[in-house]
């Protein structure tokens, strides 16, 4: 039995396309406590931000690589939020709903896969400094798959195929999609990788709506409800929990990184900063 | 279609266990209930029987069929763009079943609502989604089988005044543990919300759908484990052999099976 002193403290990070880029204030903090996660578990966003991190252990590494991104991936950026905000012509609206009729995703399949592999190239889990695992959403069976073996880039990928956007990914036979849809916050799976503590971080964004201009939106609205209640299982399970909920912000504003981590920071400076500080400290072995 | 073998089930739980006090229900299991609850058994049984392609007609949606050749994948795309339109458009058109037409056949049929009171009083569970919360409704007139039957994206969200209600179903596959009473003892639960036939994966239409009924299918595991005893109605998959009577008797013989065993375990003690 570990003594609360001696507590292997677990890093569950969340899904949420964009906002994820706020995982990287909590990390900051930590490195900043001299306090490095046992393990770290990510869903979609969380497993790219997780991945990197554990392959580097360097936080500075970690918000390079999303300014490089994001400059980089600037014009699929400009046209995912075009798209998705329908402010494209209405030729570029019927291309929308024709595309999303006809195809897998209103992205090329390879937008993702190619960024991912610049970061990850040929890193495996086992090349990762501390265990490190990811969950995605196996799209045949409706289940949810702790991958922590294997490729990263490969276990990242489809974590991170947002439905819709990216097209699901096959990895041996199996096709996936994005780990957040049945697992927004992978903390079960911290404690499966050996935790005895849990930090769960959320950055979802579930703005309570009153009206509805179609049903679609409705159904839409739904869905997000069954997220929340998912979540809200999933965080049950947490010792520590971070919700950065007040980036208002949808998922696909990649173009936002550097507000969102203004926002983030300030955030978790108001909220979390302290309480984490003296949560750690609590269950830091002591010298 | 499943739901057609809760009536099978249901003959064996009456014939082992007796009438139940409460028939608590959501989504096309509503229409089982509350036939069963004020008309009896074989009145539903017989029901059922005569009107199951009637049923079929309506509640039969092209985004279930699998394209098998060329004209069919076009059909359905067709199908698929306009309930888009639809679904995009306005919140009071219907999605994929007719329910205008859906509506006044069951307020037809189960005219016998407004005539006389139950044997057994049959609540059905809605989702109110403005408050996030379910909800309890005594089936007493025919228009109360709308909200618990709005099965989207099947079938279009209930509009009542301000608010928005849809079938649990939509929400969690089945409704809640009923509330408890001094004179229940057991909550058991007919499950016949399939946990498999997703939709696939040949467009970001499908895949979208199949991810929403993920959700539902994992928030069902976790509502399965607040009753008492459930028994497993969606398999096999019910498409392999859609006639009344065959699915009838799959539910009275999983239910037999099921209770026998529970006797032998001495689990109703």
Known sequence: ?287 | MSAIRQLGAARALFENLGKPLRIATTGVGTLVGTFLGFQGLDAASRFFSEHFSTFLGFLDVSIFSRPQNFMEKGTRFLADFATLVRASSSTGKRIFVNSQQFFAYLSDQFSFLEEKAGDIPVFASVFDIHSESMQWRQIHKPSDLRAPLAIVPYIEPCTQGKKVFVSTQSFQGVCPRFPEEKEISLHLCLDSTSEKDFLGSASSFEILLSCDKMRTQELKRRALSGFDRVINLWEPSSSEDARFISLFQQGFVQASVQVHKWKKQNLFL
């Open chain 1, 1 to 287: 039995m570990s003594s609360s002193t001696d507590s292997k403290i677990g890093l569950a990070l969340g899904a949420g396309g964009a906002r994820g880029f706020a995982h990287l204030i909590v990390l900051q903090k930590l490195q900043e406590l001299d306090r490095t996660p046992s393990v770290i578990t990510g869903s979609s966003m969380g497993s790219v931000i997780g991945a990197a991190y554990a392959l580097t252990m360097n936080t500075r590494v970690v918000e390079k690589m999303i300014h490089h991104f994001v400059r980089k991936l600037s014009p699929q950026i400009q046209t995912l939020v075009k798209r998705l905000e329908g402010k494209g012509s209405w030729s570029d609206q019927l291309d929308m709903a024709l595309k999303t009729l006809t195809r897998t995703s209103s992205l090329e399949a390879d937008t993702l896969y190619s960024m991912l592999t610049e970061v990850f190239g040929k890193a495996r889990f086992s090349d990762t400094k501390v265990p490190f695992g990811v969950v995605a959403t196996d799209l045949e069976k409706g289940v949810t798959e702790f991958i922590d073996s294997g490729f990263l880039v490969d276990a990242v990928c489809a974590s991170s195929t947002v439905p819709g956007a990216f097209p699901p990914v096959r990895l041996g036979g199996t096709q996936f999609v994005d780990g957040g849809v049945l697992r927004v916050v992978p903390v079960f799976e911290a404690y499966q990788l050996g935790a005895d503590r849990v930090i769960g971080v959320d950055v979802g964004d579930r703005p309570v709506q009153q009206e509805f201009a179609s049903s679609l939106e409705i159904i839409s609205y739904l869905n997000a409800i069954k997220e929340k209640r998912i979540l809200e299982s999933d965080l049950g399970g947490a010792s520590f929990r971070i919700f950065f909920d007040s980036l208002s912000l949808p998922w696909y504003r990649f173009d936002q990184s550097i507000e969102i981590l203004q926002k983030a920071r300030s955030h978790f400076e108001t909220y979390y900063a302290k309480e984490l500080e003296r949560f750690v400290t609590d269950h830091t072995p002591s010298t």
